[in-house]
T-cell receptor, first 115, second 115 residues
Framework: AAGVIQSPRHLIKEKRETATLKCYPIPRHDTVYWYQQGPGQDPQFLISFYEKMQSDKGSIPDRFSAQQFSDYHSELNMSSLELGDSALYFC??????????????FGQGTRLTVV | AQKVTQAQTEISVVEKEDVTLDCVYETRDTTYYLFWYKQPPSGELVFLIRRNSFDEQNEISGRYSWNFQKSTSSFNFTITASQVVDSAVYFCALSEYSSASKIIFGSGTRLSIRP
């Protein structure tokens, strides 16, 4: 069965550069979530989208922005990268919005390293 | 405020032993969802189970079983006859109906199964 696809899997950027992470949800899923997991930490919620509209916002820095496109894929844009942004970034998708009965499935993550 | 506590940071058992991972949660909502995710060394987050607050029935799936007790705000996870492939970090998580797109994770329990 198709899963959540994230690209790239690994990314190395220098400080102050910009990065774009992409997420392709499971087919027919209309809800996308982004999480950040620092080394040895638990995943922290960043932002979510339902039907191309932002539905909830967590601890996402102002330097980050995200959107969900008409084909339901989502992109997380990160500017002025800092060393502390080095983390595993997860995307998850579900069907019918976060309050629906569908569970959220996570992608394999993008490991971002800022040097 | 919502909070998930996994008091066991690390557990190590010998293969074929049974092991229980503890999870205690806090929430003010009467409607909420509880999850368990597995994160193997490869890094991806694997969905194991989602339970809503109105369903207190225990669940068994193969060697995995979950014990949900609202009276003690606990959602414990037991692996029977553990195997080396069960070695991973296990996260318990909670989302409240009022902000269902925000899944709050516990700090995780690192489970090591020795041959």
């Amino acid at each position: 069965a198709a899963g959540v696809i994230q690209s790239p899997r690994h990314l190395i950027k220098e400080k102050r550069e910009t990065a774009t992470l992409k997420c392709y949800p499971i087919p027919r899923h209309d809800t996308v979530y982004w999480y950040q997991q620092g080394p040895g930490q638990d995943p922290q919620f960043l932002i979510s989208f339902y039907e191309k509209m932002q539905s909830d916002k967590g601890s996402i820095p102002d330097r980050f922005s995200a959107q969900q496109f008409s084909d339901y894929h989502s992109e997380l844009n990160m500017s002025s990268l800092e060393l502390g942004d080095s983390a595993l970034y997860f995307c998850a998708s579900s069907l019918g919005g976060a309050r629906a009965s569908s569970e959220a499935f996570f992608g394999q993550g993008t490991r971002l390293t800022v040097v | 405020a919502q909070k998930v506590t996994q008091a066991q940071t690390e557990i190590s058992v010998v293969e074929k032993e049974d092991v229980t991972l503890d999870c205690v949660y806090e929430t003010r909502d009467t409607t909420y969802y509880l999850f368990w995710y597995k994160q193997p060394p490869s890094g991806e987050l694997v969905f194991l189970i989602r339970r809503n607050s109105f369903d207190e029935q225990n669940e068994i799936s193969g060697r995995y079983s979950w014990n949900f007790q609202k009276s003690t705000s606990s959602f414990n996870f037991t692996i029977t006859a553990s195997q080396v492939v069960d070695s991973a970090v296990y996260f318990c998580a909670l989302s409240e109906y009022s902000s269902a797109s925000k899944i709050i994770f516990g700090s995780g329990t690192r489970l090591s199964i020795r041959p």
